[in-house]
C-alpha cells in the first residue's frame, strides 16, 4: 500500500505524527509512506524506515516571493513530481487550510478530519472520506487515531517514535582541557521563540552548577547570536560548561542521542529528545503542554503553578514581572532549579546527592 502523509510543518507537528507512523509500519503490511513536509524538516522523515520518499515544499519561502521566475519554476516542479504518483491513499494529517489545498493536488482518494475535527474547518472541503477524531486530545494520540481509522488497524498498546538513535556516533567534543571528552554530560535547551517561553537565565546557571558539582558535565547548543550570547553568559559564570558551535539538526542529534539527560524548555528540539527517547525534562510556563506538549516515554514534563498558567501569551503582563527578582517571567518561579535537576535525575532512576 502507497500512502503519501501530509505533515508540513512545524517541527513539533513533524514529530507529532511519528509515533502514529510507526504504529502504521507495525501494524500494515507492505505499507510504503511518502511524506511531504517543509523543506526545512525534509530530513526527519528519512530517520523513519517506513517512509521511502520524502516530497519537500518550500511554501514558507515561496509566499514571500510569488511573482518571481525562480520560485514559480520552483512551484512547478514540485506539482509534476507530486502528480508523478498514484496513490492508494492521500492522507492530510495536518488537517490546516494550506496542507489541504496541497493534499487535493496529489492523486488519489483524500482522506482527513471532518469539520467538526479540524481546527480550520474548511481544510475538510478537500478531503473525499472525512474522519471524525475527538478534539481536546494531545495532537500524538489523535494522530495515532486518525491513521489507525484511515488504514483500519487497532492501535497498538506500545509508544514509540521508531527512531533508532544509535544512527549518530558519539560526537568528539572538547570540555575544558579535556579535547575528546568520554564522561556523562547534559545538554541544555535553552533556546526558544516567545521570551514567555525562556526559563530565566538565573536559572540555567543554578542547573549547570548542580550538574556540575554531581560530577558531570554540560553543553549548550545555540541557533541565533541570542542564544549564543546566553550560552557564553552561562558558560562564563560555571566552570565545566562547554558552548558547542553552531551546527545544523543531524549534527545535533548525535549530541542529543549520546547525552544522559536533556533540559528544554517549550521549543521543538524537545520534540526530538522525546523522538530519540532520551532521559529529557521539559519545562512549560506560559505555554499549555497539555495539547501540543513534549509526550515520550523518558519525558517528565514540568508546568508552572501560577494561576495565570499557562496564559498563551508572548508578552507577560503579571504585577510580578517589574518586582526586581531576576527569575523571570514569575511563572517559573514554581520550577526552579533543584526541583528541575531532581527530575532529571528521576528519569535516570538516580537520587540526587547535591
Known amino acids: 500500500m502507497k500512502v503519501l502523509l501530509v505533515k508540513m510543518s512545524s517541527l513539533g507537528d513533524v514529530f507529532h505524527a511519528l509515533p502514529a507512523v510507526q504504529d502504521a509500519y507495525q501494524q500494515v503490511p507492505n505499507l510504503e509512506i511518502h511524506w511531504l513536509v517543509e523543506e526545512a ?6 530517520w523513519h524506515p517506513a517512509v521511502t520518499k520524502v516530497i519537500p515544499i518550500a511554501w ?17 516542479a514540485f506539482y509534476k513530481d507530486l502528480r508523478s504518483t498514484e496513490y492508494d491513499i492521500v492522507l492530510d494529517a495536518q488537517c490546516l487550510i494550506k ?35 475527538a478534539k481536546g486530545q494531545h495532537a500524538i494520540p489523535r494522530v495515532r487515531q486518525l491513521l489507525s481509522q484511515v488504514l483500519d488497524y487497532t492501535i497498538p498498546d506500545t509508544f514509540s517514535y521508531g527512531i ?19 564522561g556523562d554530560y547534559w545538554l541544555f535547551l535553552h533556546g526558544t521563540t516567545w521570551d514567555t517561553k525562556l526559563w530565566p537565565e538565573v536559572y540555567w546557571c543554578e542547573l549547570a552548577r548542580l550538574t556540575v558539582a554531581s560530577g558531570r558535565k554540560v553543553v549548550l547548543p545555540w541557533g541565533n547570536d541570542e542564544e549564543k550570547s546566553r ?16 551546527m545544523g539538526l ?9 547525552a544522559q539527560a536533556v533540559v528544554g524548555v517549550d521549543t521543538g528540539l524537545s520534540h526530538v529528545v522525546a523522538a530519540l527517547e532520551v532521559p529529557s525534562v521539559a519545562i512549560y510556563g506560559a505555554t ?8 515520550g516515554p523518558k519525558v517528565e514534563v514540568l508546568s508552572s503553578n501560577l494561576s495565570c498558567a499557562p496564559c498563551l501569551n508572548k508578552q507577560c503582563d503579571h504585577p510580578d514581572r517589574n518586582d526586581g527578582n531576576p527569575a523571570q517571567p514569575p511563572c517559573y518561579r514554581s520550577i526552579a532549579p533543584q526541583r528541575v535537576f531532581d527530575a532529571a535525575l528521576n528519569k535516570l532512576g538516580l537520587i540526587s546527592k547535591v
Open 99 to 133: 496542507s489541504a489545498v496541497v493534499t487535493r493536488m496529489a492523486k488519489g482518494p483524500r482522506y482527513g478530519l471532518d469539520k467538526q475535527s479540524c481546527r480550520e474547518p474548511l481544510a475538510a472541503m478537500a478531503y473525499q472520506h472525512p474522519q471524525s477524531v
Open 60 to 76: 514558507r519561502r515561496w509566499r514571500k516571493n510569488l511573482s518571481n521566475g525562480d520560485v514559480r519554476a520552483e512551484m512547478k
Open 288 to 295: 499549555d503542554a497539555v495539547l501540543t506538549g513534549v509526550l
Open 250 to 258: 543531524n549534527a545535533l542529534n548525535a549530541y542529543l542521542a549520546h
Open 231 to 246: 550560552a557564553e553568559r552561562i558558560a562564563s559564570q560555571v566552570d565545566g560548561v562547554e558552548v558547542l558551535p553552531k
Open 41 to 46: 524538516f525534509a530530513d526527519i522523515p528519512n
Open 164 to 182: 533508532d538513535r544509535s544512527r549518530w556516533p558519539r560526537p568528539e567534543f572538547k570540555v575544558g582541557n579535556d579535547e575528546n571528552y568520554q
